[in-house]
């Protein structure tokens, strides 16, 4: 449903990865498309910056690329608790590891190209009925995609502030000059703290520490893992960046011509890794209800693609919280691959009963 009534069809306000996926999937259904964020580009975050098989289809789909970001690949993924270790591959291809402001700049690269009008250091004031207000400047548009992360205005704005409370943790990442172990991306348990290493180019590394502390940063936990400790001694000349974390669920995404999307229509644990993975698929689902006006059918879409996530975070979390039962279970892995393995296929996506339930 477009129409010349307005200046775009879509306007999205927020800029990162969530709103740039959102605005091309978006453009390839035809409609014009504006996107709003007081950042300049490259935006940064502090993240991971790995992103799952599942996401990396998800990115095809909406047709990125991530060839000029130079992205390091890896093939699974390795759990440490002191002595102990397990890994378990991928069932369906790779993920990437990818410095954040290289997928940013990816991204913007490929919304510009696909005719996405780009509005950066735009300050969204408010929301006008059928538009925002960008200072003194009214722009109206049939639909508005609030993309503006965890403190998003646009939810506040558009009274869908509600849902489950907010459970919160603290992520610090800094990168370091060392070549990778494997081609795994680690996920290290700790008492206090787990750190996430993830390769993102060649003779490179992230490095985040999450806890419930504000104040532990990623070298003090370090503190608690003397072998990993030894491995990140030289600072690739990105400062530490810090960053909230949270679980959280919206009881609606959507109201009236108002859409939700990413973290702004709520989120899961980065423990689960899955967080941009979850945005490129709204972005997809997004798509088609604006292709048919049907914002009901994003808010069904929505609930499903979350459900997964959410359930595997919880059991990440729980793992986290519970580190005698954590321990038995990476023993279990170790002696049994098979049960990782099934883990980690249901976490991406790959569950195949079948297929993985013959190999038990």
């Not at 940064?44 to 130079?70: V, Y």
């Not at 005698?324 to 002696?335: D, I, N, V």
């Amino acid at each position: 449903m477009i129409s010349r009534d307005f200046d775009t069809d879509v306007f999205i306000v927020g800029g990162g990865p969530a709103g740039l996926a959102a605005a091309v999937a978006a453009r390839r259904k035809g409609f014009r498309v504006m996107v709003a964020d007081s950042a300049r580009p490259p935006i940064d975050k502090a993240c991971g910056e790995g992103i799952m098989p599942d996401g990396i289809d998800a990115l095809r789909q909406l047709g990125f690329s991530l060839a000029s970001a130079t992205p390091a690949p890896f093939r699974g993924i390795r759990f440490f608790d002191s002595s102990l270790s397990a890994e378990a591959p991928f069932p369906n291809g790779y993920g990437f590891g990818v410095r954040r402001t290289a997928l940013h700049n990816a991204m913007a690269a490929t919304a510009e190209s696909a005719g996405v009008e780009l509005l950066w250091g735009a300050h969204i004031t408010s929301l006008v009925p059928h538009g925002v207000a960008l200072g003194q400047r009214i722009i109206t548009s049939r639909w508005i995609v609030g993309a503006d992360g965890l403190r998003s205005r646009v939810r506040a704005w558009a009274g869908l502030d509600t849902g489950a409370p907010v459970r919160r943790r603290f992520g610090f990442r800094s990168h370091f000059r060392t070549s990778p172990q494997s081609d795994y991306m680690e996920l290290h348990w700790g008492r206090k703290a787990q750190i996430y290493i993830t390769p993102v180019g060649p003779g490179e590394l992230c490095a985040v520490a999450i806890s419930r502390d504000p104040h532990l940063r990623l070298e003090q936990a370090l503190a608690e893992f003397p072998d990993l400790a030894k491995r990140l001694v030289t600072p690739s000349g990105s400062s530490e960046v810090g960053a909230l974390t949270s679980t959280r669920r919206l009881r609606r995404v959507t109201r009236g011509h108002i859409a939700l999307l990413g973290d702004a229509s709520g989120s899961v644990d980065a423990i689960t890794g899955e967080g941009l993975c979850l945005a490129f698929r709204q972005s997809l689902a997004l798509a088609d209800a604006l292709e048919h006006d049907d914002l009901a059918g994003y808010e069904k879409a929505h609930r499903r693609l979350r459900r997964r996530p959410a359930l595997m975070g919880a059991l990440l979390l729980f793992f986290g919280s519970r580190p005698r039962l954590r321990r038995h279970a990476l023993h279990a892995f170790a002696a049994c691959p098979a049960l990782f393995e099934t883990l980690l296929a249901a976490h991406v996506g790959a569950w195949k009963p079948d297929a993985i339930l013959g190999r038990l």
